[in-house]
T-cell receptor, first 112, second 114 residues
Framework: EPEVTQTPSHQVTQMGQEVILRCVPI?????FYWYRQILGQKVEFLVS????????KSEIFDDQFSVERPDGSNFTLKIRSTKLEDSAMYFC??????????FGDGTRLSIL | AQSVTQPDIHITVSEGASLELRCNYS??????LFWYVQSPGQGLQLLLK??????LVQGIKGFEAEFKRSQSSFNLRKPSVHWSDAAEYFC????????????FGAGTILRVKS
């Protein structure tokens, strides 16, 4: 069964550094999403992306965050200047139509 | 605001016993409804979904869920739990008009005792 693939599985970064989280969505999917889960908290929506533009973003997704689909297969989340509170598990998801969304295994981001 | 409530943080059941995990949502219209499961170190796997039609939906791994509009509920059930079902279960609402985002409940951790 096709899967959403995320790399790396664990990223350790110094505070203030830029980080790029990578995702390869399922190949025929058109809708892409990022979520995060801070340890012990709910899974939270960050952003949705369709037709090469952001369709919705949450309050968390401020100017430090950006998303890009640089080619036909990758979908990236960039955090420009990381903060301690950005430490979380980040999940990428994709969907063929509006729903349902299929999730990757996540990238654990640790900010030191 | 839209919200999803899973009132049980932890549930422990014996292997072979039946299971029901509760989920209530707050939303103005009938949303898309989902249950996902997460094993330790893994991503979120879709168990089942409800979009419209028959209010009893079947999913993978022997799970089913029933949508009750009058109670704004979407409870997950399994008639006989296996030790491999131990995981965290998340109920979610899909909001088409908000970029198709999912709003998740806090999750219920299922422990299975032998």
């Amino acid at each position: 069964e096709p899967e959403v693939t995320q790399t790396p599985s664990h990223q350790v970064t110094q505070m203030g550094q830029e980080v790029i989280l990578r995702c390869v969505p399922i190949s025929n999917h058109l809708y892409f999403y990022w979520y995060r889960q801070i340890l012990g908290q709910k899974v939270e929506f960050l952003v949705s992306f369709y037709n090469n533009e952001i369709s919705e973003k949450s309050e968390i997704f401020d100017d430090q965050f950006s998303v890009e689909r640089p080619d036909g297969s990758n979908f990236t989340l960039k955090i420009r200047s990381t903060k301690l509170e950005d430490s979380a598990m980040y999940f990428c998801a994709s969907s063929a139509e509006i729903q349902p969304q299929h999730f990757g295994d996540g990238t654990r981001l640790s900010i030191l | 605001a839209q919200s999803v409530t899973q009132p049980d943080i932890h549930i422990t059941v014996s292997e072979g016993a039946s299971l029901e995990l509760r989920c209530n949502y707050s939303y103005g219209a009938t949303p898309y409804l989902f249950w996902y499961v997460q094993s330790p170190g893994q991503g979120l796997q879709l168990l089942l979904k409800y979009f419209s039609g028959d209010t009893l939906v079947q999913g993978i791994k022997g799970f089913e869920a029933e949508f009750k509009r009058s109670q704004s509920s979407f409870n997950l059930r399994k008639p006989s739990v296996h030790w491999s079902d131990a995981a965290e279960y998340f109920c979610a609402v899909g909001l088409m008009e908000y970029g198709n985002k999912l709003v998740f409940g806090a999750g219920t951790i299922l422990r299975v005792k032998s």
